[in-house]
């Protein structure tokens, strides 16, 4: 019998155990390796970060969805991989042997060496990481109610991308909430962003663009770009624009919330397992596999799969993860069965949807642009259609999102 170690139940993760139950039907032992009980909806995380819903209401617990005369949950972290002995090192756990491996071990954020950012910055990446975002805004609102320090009102984004144009909504369209914690009008909780890119959600045309954008002026968001972040301090960030000489001075903002959403890069365990690859993510070959072993599938956020005829990946996201791992079930099933592989993988990128609160959204799906309220309620829908292909139809019930309705 073989045994196929899947390490991490993110999107790409326990799609790929989910589907393997399907096909394989108890020909195989899976483990599925995961530091958390439970999966997380990550593409969610903006409703715990801004305190709109508990962790519980995006996730459910593995034990759901394994199949427990085929598969077992281990819940450990991940030290290392030993592909030369096929061997997977954990932090708490015996070592585990396997025949198969998948690696789906998501993100970590980078610092880029900035000063400060390790110790005075919260990133967000997972429920842990959201909990404490929100955590933080609401002990500073209540703490305003004491030292009427209006750095606590302040909200600084470091980084203007799609996942962080996303939390600044959930955060900015939570105003009222914060408002009354900290006793003030909705209008005195600033929000605002600092990037680097001249051109934010570049996934857009300029229309559709400059819609989304307009949508983050409407709730509030003030925007600095193009511009690099210098150092960051317990209550002010600093940065230059990038039009500005090296010699002058940076300009400051001064806050006692920061949140970091720049340095995206794959779990470090695969740059300590020794495997090829840059910033922790693995160009993998035409079947999902990395260089160097045919036995292992590199997923979601630790992967790099390239856009045909181009020299740069397609982004990471929820959507790719499901596509990859959907394949990657596929391929292995096919080489335990002994049935002819599939033919080489290929990515059809669906669009992209990008919400600002609950309410506001922009997206582009199958090359139409939607906005407004259809944009908001396609945003829900394909919400709820990653939750159906990983935890079915009794997840998806349970912690869907069906208010599409406003």
């Known amino acids: 019998m073989k045994k196929i170690v899947v390490l991490g139940g993110g999107f790409a993760g326990i799609k790929t155990v989910v589907e393997l139950q399907k096909k394989l039907k108890r020909e195989v032992e899976i483990v599925l390796v995961d530091r958390n009980p439970y999966h997380c909806e990550t593409n969610r995380l903006p409703e715990v970060a801004s305190g709109n819903h508990p962790y519980t209401r995006i996730s459910y617990n593995f034990t759901d969805v394994l199949d427990d005369k085929m598969s077992k949950l281990i819940v450990d972290d991940v030290t290392t991989v030993d592909y030369k002995n096929k061997t997977v090192h954990l932090k708490n756990h015996a070592d585990l042997k396997y025949d198969y491996l998948v690696l789906g ?5 980078g610092t880029f060496g900035i000063s400060g950012v390790k110790e005075n910055t919260l990133p967000m990446y997972n429920t842990e990481t959201a909990q404490a975002i929100r955590d933080h805004i609401y002990a500073k609102m209540e703490d305003y109610q004491k030292t009427k320090d209006p750095k606590d ?3 600084v984004f470091c980084g203007a991308g799609f996942q962080a144009i996303e939390l600044a909504g959930a955060i900015a369209s939570s105003r009222d909430k914060y408002a009354k914690m900290a006793g003030v009008d909705p209008e005195k909780i600033e929000v605002r962003m600092i990037d680097g890119s001249p051109r934010l959600l570049p996934m857009f045309d300029d229309k559709q663009m400059k819609y989304a954008l307009s949508l983050v002026d409407e709730v509030g968001i003030k925007i600095i770009k193009p511009a690099r972040i210098e150092k960051v301090e317990t209550d002010a960030v600093y940065y230059k624009m990038t039009s500005e000489k090296d010699e002058e001075d940076p300009h400051k903002i001064e806050a006692n919330t920061t949140i970091w959403m720049m340095g995206f890069s ?4 695969i740059a300590a397992s020794g495997f090829k690859q840059n910033r922790g993510r693995i160009t993998v070959t035409e079947h999902l596999t990395v260089p160097e072993d045919e036995a292992i599938y590199a997923l979601g956020d630790v992967s790099a799969v390239m856009v045909p005829g181009k020299k740069w990946p397609w982004p990471n996201t929820a959507q790719l993860a499901l596509s990859m791992a959907g394949y990657a079930a596929k391929d292995i099933s096919a080489r335990v069965l002994g ?10 990128d669906l669009g992209v949807d990008v919400a600002i609160g609950d309410t506001k959204a922009a997206a582009k799906a199958l090359g139409h642009n939607y906005r407004g309220y259809l944009a908001s309620a396609l945003k829900k829908i ?3 259609k990653s939750l159906m292909e990983t935890g079915g139809i009794k997840e998806t019930l349970a912690v869907g999102r069906f208010d599409l309705y406003h």
């Open 105 to 109: 071990l998501g993100f970590v954020l």
């Open 153 to 155: 009102l302040r909200i």
């Open 266 to 269: 794959g779990n470090p365990v």
């Open 339 to 348: 049935h002819s592989r599939p033919n080489p993988y290929r990515y059809h």
């Open 382 to 384: 394909i919400d709820d």
